[in-house]
């Protein structure tokens, strides 16, 4: 299927490792402009690198931490300045920190509503007007199973990410009239560095070995495996899509079947 995705420009933010890039990746291959950012000047430099080596292409980017406001302000103008348009914009995020209510300070609460809910509010804010006068846009969130089934032990996550499937929600109403879809993605267990990290630190806690921790993950889920990150990025060039364009205000769950519930 030609996705009708050449020329356009992509904005992928939390896109030096893991789910992000593997977005940028996909968008990539379907002949997108792609930008990225994250915080760490070597990663990007690192993930551009490999970008280039394996398709030819070069990709932007800009170091910005989602929690700051002159960051994403910056990296906008960046963007902007560089290709005179965004048309697509995939806001992602590091996980918030894992614990429980009692676990959590007032910081932890006011960080991680920064990283996961208002630097995709920042971001929107941005990138609409433009989409507005073009007529054509795509935002899509990528946010967490945690959306409909909370997980023990994320209560940040759980708590931000259903918030921002209420936003989503809402721009996707007030936005539909000028062709700009919003939708959400829901990964369930994929394999990135990040779930790597995770599994070696509960091994050491729980006495086993990370393949153990690992299969356990993903006995779990009736596939009977993780996701690989490119299920992500597939998912997302299709969203971006002309053929897509009747898709918004949306959450699709990448998890496998994990969820047990209907809806
Ligand atoms: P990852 O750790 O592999 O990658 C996270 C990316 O975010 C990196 O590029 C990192 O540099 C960047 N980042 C972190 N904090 C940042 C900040 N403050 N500002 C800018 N960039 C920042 O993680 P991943 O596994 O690819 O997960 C991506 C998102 O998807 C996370 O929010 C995660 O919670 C969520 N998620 C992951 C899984 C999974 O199993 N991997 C499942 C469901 C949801």
Known sequence: MNLGLSGKTALVTAASKGIGKSVAEELVSEGCNVAICSRTRSDLEQTADEIKQKYNVDISWSVCDLNKAADIEATFNIVQKQFGKIDILVNNCGGPIPGFFQDMSDEDWVHAFEQVFLSAVRFSNYVIPGMIVKQWGRIINITSISVKQPIDNLILSN???????????????EFAKYNITVNNIAPGYTLTNRLYDLAVGRAKQAGKSHEEILADMAKQVPMNRLARPEEIGSLVAF?????????TGNTIHVDGGWVKGLF
């Open 159 to 173: 708590s931000f990410r259903t918030g921002l499937i209420g936003f989503a929600k809402s721009l996707s109403n």
């Open 239 to 247: 969203l971006c899509s002309n053929q897509a364009g009747y898709i």
